[in-house]
């Protein structure tokens, strides 16, 4: 892991979390990390464990020169499309920011320029640079964080545990109790649900 692309303009990492869900928002993050900065297990959210990511999401909220996090909600995903929405909520996490960067890493291989930054698309760059890994973590955490809010609403679809992907559960609940008002209906939520007979009524 290193702690920027380059030294020479303020550099902020920026990641998402919630591309591949079937409901919620995606939510995206922007951190900029102090000179010098590095740590023992800071990487990729993905790559940790719950109760890490959340320990971590303290500490760098701490440490971080700045950081912010924003999202685009499901209507959105569904008039933009995911990718879109996704880089818009990163726009806005950029916004955000309590310091202006001048360089932005992305973690993937496409972004839409921010108004007058430089940027690097950086393919599985959470696993690469700490401000990137970082902001996938505060993404990460945050998103958890509402859609277990939102799980104690619409309790049948697991969310407090799948978190809007698509695990079997998930599937066999919007097959038997339908969409909530959640889902993305762009993401043809049909075609992922599996086969399963349903009670009849």
């Not at 995606?26 to 959340?54: G, M, N, W």
């Not at 303290?58 to 020169?65: L, P, R, S, Y």
């Not at 978190?163 to 993305?184: C, D, L, N, Q, T």
């Amino acid at each position: 892991m290193r702690a920027f692309y380059q030294d020479k303009w303020r550099e902020a990492g920026c990641d998402e979390a919630g591309r591949g869900c079937l409901a919620g928002p995606v939510f995206a993050a922007a951190v900029i990390l102090p000179p010098h900065f590095t740590h023992d297990i800071l990487t990729d959210s993905k790559q940790l464990t719950e109760s890490q990511r959340y320990r971590l999401r303290d500490e760098i909220k701490e440490k971080a020169t700045a950081w912010a996090v924003a999202s685009c909600s499901h209507q959105e995903i569904d008039r933009l499309n995911i990718l879109r929405a996704s880089i818009f909520a990163m726009h806005r996490a950029v916004d955000k920011l309590e310091q202006r960067p001048e360089w932005l890493i992305i973690d993937g291989n496409y972004f839409i320029p921010y108004p007058g930054l430089r940027h690097k698309c950086i393919v599985k760059g959470d696993a690469k640079y700490f401000s990137i890994a970082a902001a996938s973590v505060l993404a990460k955490t945050c998103r958890d964080d509402y859609m277990n809010h939102l799980s104690k609403e619409y309790p049948q679809y697991g969310w407090d545990k799948n978190k809007g992907y698509p695990s079997k559960e998930h599937r066999e609940a919007i097959a038997r109790y339908g969409m909530s008002p959640f889902h993305r209906k762009s993401f043809r939520l049909m075609s992922v649900l599996p086969e399963i007979p349903l009670d009849p009524e």
